[in-house]
């Protein structure tokens, strides 16, 4: 979390002509589009905090950069155009050293509308690296070693993460491919089955497939970190047993707390753990939500965090907000069908009901990447965590699995 020094004011695509050379669309603020959330602390805590953000590594693996447009009416048109703009200007007020970003992953529908057609995930893949490749603050992370640079550097380690393998379709070499061009974590499958195995959205779980598992093999071989965030229990469970090394949920929370689909039960978590695997906290809207805080918002958030916490231990928990800058909870309305987010969203077994998920306008304290960075470590300082501790789970833990991994 080293204080970020290298920003120096650059708006995505500032090497071309807005309006001219790509349609330009008015994104929202990156920071306050709602009424900013700090978590308060006392003066000793607020001191406690700012030395942490200097000392300590902050790694969000799981995260969405993009900016959304200022009208939501208009996101559907933005993503079709496969120019998403990057939060640079708020990314450089956070605590975040590296972070995995998932780029379109969900909303890919530059040329169909079901998403994750091949052509579109390299489009997006090339055009957001060659964004990054134009100014010096964030740069493109490969290697476990950026991160630490990065945290020297005052800068952002840029990794690339896909939700899904669906891209890949059976053609096994895909995963090299994808490798090479960047690629650093990529899921089993989203929220709908694939070559591979069986999304969360799918009310039959039929595990790993015969080709899901060569392409574990595959990932194993090249140092492919896997994630199962949106796969099917049976086909998470599968994914890890059939791993050679470490699997991530990058991004979840405990089914133990709130009945649906799109969490994760103690088994899976408890296989991950047994496994070496980093589960991340997910604060996607209305998600991380719970019986005593049905309204989602930090407090929320942090109690999924030390309930999985205490089930595999604070070696095997970290953050991935799954965040983004604007309106959230719109892009997600917007994108329900593309990302199956009613699947997700109900309950987890066929005869139970699904508990009702109150609305909501925003995330209070986690509606961005940098106001997540932020009140996560405040909290844990708030509420006594050891330096140790709060080393691991903002950023220990998962360089220690990436390492384990071949990163």
Same mark, same amino acid.
């Given at each position: 979390?080293?204080?970020?020094?290298?920003?120096?004011?650059?708006?995505?695509?500032?090497?071309?002509?807005?309006?001219?050379?790509?349609?330009?669309?008015?994104?929202?603020?990156?920071?306050?589009? &709602? /009424?900013?959330?700090?978590?308060?602390?006392?003066?000793?805590?607020? $001191?406690? =905090?700012?030395? !942490?953000?200097?000392? %300590?590594?902050?790694?969000?693996?799981?995260?969405?950069?993009?900016?959304?447009?200022?009208?939501?009416?208009?996101?559907?048109?933005?993503?079709?155009?496969?120019?998403?703009?990057?939060?640079?200007?708020?990314?450089?007020?956070?605590?975040?050293?590296?972070?995995?970003?998932?780029?379109?992953?969900?909303?890919?529908?530059?040329?169909?509308?079901?998403?994750?057609?091949?052509?579109?995930?390299?489009?997006?893949?090339?055009?957001?690296?060659?964004?990054?490749?134009?100014?010096?603050?964030?740069?493109?992370?490969?290697? &476990? /070693?950026?991160?630490?640079?990065?945290?020297?550097?005052?800068?952002? $380690?840029? =990794?690339?993460? !896909?939700?899904?393998? %669906?891209?890949?379709?059976?053609?096994?070499?895909?995963?090299?491919?994808?490798?090479?061009?960047?690629?650093?974590?990529?899921?089993?499958?989203?929220?709908?089955?694939?070559?591979?195995?069986?999304?969360?959205?799918?009310?039959?779980?039929?595990?790993?497939?015969?080709?899901?598992?060569?392409?574990?093999?595959?990932?194993?071989?090249?140092?492919?970190?896997?994630?199962?965030?949106?796969?099917?229990?049976?086909?998470?469970?599968?994914?890890?047993?059939?791993?050679?090394?470490?699997?991530?949920?990058?991004?979840?929370?405990?089914?133990?707390?709130?009945?649906?689909?799109?969490?994760?039960?103690?088994?899976?978590?408890?296989?991950?753990?047994?496994?070496?695997?980093?589960?991340?906290?997910?604060?996607?809207?209305?998600?991380?939500?719970?019986?005593?805080?049905?309204?989602?918002?930090?407090?929320?958030?942090?109690?999924?965090?030390?309930?999985?916490?205490?089930?595999?231990?604070?070696?095997?928990?970290?953050?991935?907000?799954?965040?983004?800058?604007?309106?959230?909870?719109?892009?997600?309305?917007?994108?329900?069908?593309?990302?199956?987010?009613?699947?997700?969203?109900?309950?987890?077994?066929?005869?139970?009901?699904?508990?009702?998920?109150?609305?909501?306008?925003?995330?209070?304290?986690?509606?961005?990447?940098?106001?997540?960075?932020?009140?996560?470590?405040?909290?844990?300082?708030?509420?006594?965590?050891?330096?140790?501790?709060?080393?691991?789970?903002?950023?220990?833990?998962?360089?220690?699995?990436?390492?384990?991994?071949?990163?």
């Amino acid at each position: 979390m080293g204080v970020k020094t290298g920003y120096r004011g650059y708006k995505s695509y500032d090497y071309l002509e807005k309006g001219v050379d790509y349609k330009h669309f008015k994104l929202a603020r990156e920071l306050d589009w &709602v /009424e900013p959330y700090t978590l308060p602390l006392t003066d000793t805590e607020e $001191a406690r =905090f700012r030395r !942490l953000i200097k000392d %300590t590594v902050f790694i969000s693996v799981h995260e969405h950069t993009v900016v959304a447009t200022e009208d939501v009416g208009e996101l559907m048109e933005y993503e079709k155009e496969g120019r998403e703009s990057a939060g640079f200007e708020g990314l450089s007020r956070s605590c975040i050293d590296a972070l995995f970003d998932n780029l379109m992953d969900g909303t890919c529908v530059i040329h169909s509308k079901g998403g994750w057609k091949w052509e579109d995930v390299i489009h997006d893949i090339g055009i957001r690296a060659c964004d990054i490749a134009h100014q010096d603050f964030v740069f493109k992370g490969e290697r &476990v /070693e950026d991160i630490y640079r990065a945290h020297r550097e005052g800068r952002i $380690a840029w =990794f690339i993460g !896909l939700e899904s393998s %669906t891209p890949c379709e059976n053609e096994i070499d895909r995963f090299e491919i994808l490798y090479g061009l960047g690629v650093r974590m990529m899921g089993i499958c989203y929220s709908e089955s694939n070559c591979l195995g069986s999304g969360c959205a799918e009310v039959n779980d039929g595990g790993l497939t015969t080709f899901g598992r060569a392409a574990v093999e595959r990932m194993n071989k090249i140092g492919m970190p896997i994630d199962v965030s949106h796969a099917g229990d049976r086909t998470s469970l599968d994914t890890i047993g059939a791993s050679a090394k470490p699997v991530f949920i990058s991004h979840a929370g405990a089914r133990a707390l709130w009945n649906m689909r799109r969490l994760k039960p103690d088994d899976v978590l408890k296989a991950c753990a047994d496994k070496g695997g980093v589960i991340g906290i997910e604060a996607a809207p209305r998600t991380t939500i719970t019986k005593r805080s049905p309204v989602h918002n930090l407090e929320s958030y942090m109690e999924h965090f030390e309930y999985i916490k205490d089930l595999v231990g604070i070696d095997y928990v970290g953050f991935g907000p799954d965040a983004l800058y604007g309106d959230h909870v719109g892009f997600n309305q917007l994108f329900a069908e593309v990302m199956s987010i009613g699947g997700n969203l109900s309950s987890s077994g066929s005869s139970d009901k699904a508990d009702p998920i109150p609305p909501i306008k925003y995330v209070r304290g986690l509606e961005n990447p940098t106001e997540a960075s932020h009140n996560i470590i405040r909290w844990l300082v708030k509420h006594g965590y050891s330096d140790e501790d709060i080393a691991k789970v903002a950023g220990g833990n998962a360089i220690r699995a990436l390492k384990e991994i071949g990163l």
